[in-house]
C-alpha cells in the first residue's frame, strides 16, 4: 500500500535541485524554517525532559524526517545530536541531500522511500516523527497519518505541519506565493487538499495518536519574518501528538 500522490511527486522532482538555495523556489521554506524549528526543538526538548542549552540535547532521540526534501530539517536535528534518518518519495532530493549533509560534516540516513515502506520493511520505530508540510500532498492522509504513527514507539511524539483551508489560505498561499510573488511554480498546492485544524485533529486520533497542541505559523509582511501565535491558526499551523504507552 503507498499513498504516494504521482503528480505531487514530480513537483519536487522539478524542483530538487534547488533546495538549498535561499532565493530559489524553496525561499518561503528557508524563510519559515527557524520559526519551524523553534516550535520543533521546544516540544522535542518538553517532551523528553532535554535541556536545549546543551551541546547536543537530542543526543540518544531516534528522529524520523519524512518528506525531508533536500535536508532543511534533518540537518538542524542532526547538529542537535539526534539519530536522523530523511526519507522522501521523490528520489531526486536524496542526492542533493546527501551531498549537502557531507559538506556539513553530518552523518544522516538519507533514504529514497515512504513511511508505509518503512513499516512494511519493520523498520524499527522512532522517538519522533517529522511531518512537516507532507500531509497535504498525499493521496490518503488518514492511511498516511496511520503509517507515521506506526513508525512511532509508544510515548514517541509526532509534529505535523499542514496549510489551513479557507478563503485567507488560498489567498495567501496559492494566490500570493504562486501568483503574485512567485516564491513557488504554479500548482505547487492544490488547496482542496488543504486540511482544516480540526481535520487534522480528527485525522490524528483516527491514526491512534493523542494530539496534544496546535499553534500557527504567521508571516508579518512588514517585518517579511514569521512567529508562532497560540491564536491565529488561519493559513500555516503546526500540531503536536503522542503515541499513548503501551
Known amino acids: 500500500m503507498t499513498t504516494i500522490d504521482d503528480a505531487e511527486i514530480a513537483k519536487f522532482q522539478a524542483m530538487a535541485a534547488e533546495w538549498w538555495d535561499p532565493q530559489g523556489k524553496f525561499k518561503p521554506l528557508h524563510m519559515l524554517n527557524p520559526c519551524r524549528l523553534d516550535y520543533i526543538t521546544t516540544q522535542i526538548a518538553g517532551e523528553f525532559d532535554r535541556d536545549l542549552t546543551e551541546g547536543q540535547p537530542f543526543a540518544g532521540l531516534r528522529v524520523l524526517d519524512i518528506g525531508c526534501g533536500g ?11 539526534a539519530h536522523v534518518v530523511g526519507v522522501d518519495a521523490a528520489e531526486r532530493n536524496i542526492p542533493v541531500a546527501e551531498a549537502h549533509a557531507a559538506q556539513s560534516g553530518l552523518e544522516i540516513d538519507y533514504r529514497h522511500t515512504s513511511a508505509e515502506a518503512l513499516v512494511e520493511a519493520g523498520e524499527p520505530s522512532f522517538d519522533v516523527v517529522l ?3 507532507v500531509v497535504e500532498h498525499v493521496a490518503d492522509p488518514l492511511a498516511y497519518l496511520t ?5 512511532l514507539r509508544p ?3 509526532m509534529i505535523c505541519s499542514t496549510i489551513n483551508r479557507n478563503p485567507k489560505s488560498y489567498a495567501m498561499a496559492i494566490f500570493g506565493a504562486e501568483q503574485v ?7 505547487t ?3 482542496s487538499k488543504f486540511i482544516t485544524p480540526e481535520e487534522l ?3 490524528i486520533r483516527r491514526a491512534g495518536l493523542d494530539p496534544v497542541d496546535r499553534t500557527g505559523f504567521v508571516f508579518n509582511p512588514l517585518t517579511w519574518s514569521w512567529r508562532l501565535s497560540e491564536r491565529d491558526l488561519s493559513v500555516n499551523y503546526v500540531t503536536a501528538s ?3 504507552e503501551a
Open 242 to 244: 503522542v503515541k499513548p
Open 131 to 133: 511531518n512537516m508540510e
Open 181 to 187: 510573488m512567485r516564491w513557488l511554480p504554479k500548482g
Open 201 to 203: 485533529y480528527n485525522l
Open 147 to 151: 503509517a507515521c504513527q506506526r513508525l
Open 155 to 157: 510515548g514517541g511524539l
Open 71 to 81: 535536508g532543511l530539517l534533518s540537518e538542524p536535528m542532526a547538529r542537535l545530536g
Open 189 to 191: 498546492h492544490e488547496w
